[in-house]
């Protein structure tokens, strides 16, 4: 298998992972917190960090989406 399928193997998994309602529940803090929806999503964080940018935030960003 090559690097390129692991990589795409490796993120399709995060992505399940963590959008998945039970690691929600697992790592929510107490029965009473709830999730705010950002106009950036923690899986998107996750995604845009995990490509290591090397250029400026701005560009980076840009580029990501």
Do not use: C, W, Y
Request: hydrophobic share 40%; proline share 2%; no cysteine.
């Amino acid at each position: 298998m090559s690097i390129r399928n692991n990589l795409k193997d490796f993120f399709q998994e995060m992505n399940t992972l963590l959008t998945s309602s039970e690691f929600i529940e697992q790592h929510r803090v107490n029965n009473s917190a709830f999730s705010r929806t950002r106009k950036l999503a923690f899986t998107d964080i996750i995604h845009f960090l995990l490509t290591l940018p090397q250029k400026s935030l701005s560009i980076s960003l840009g580029e990501f989406f």
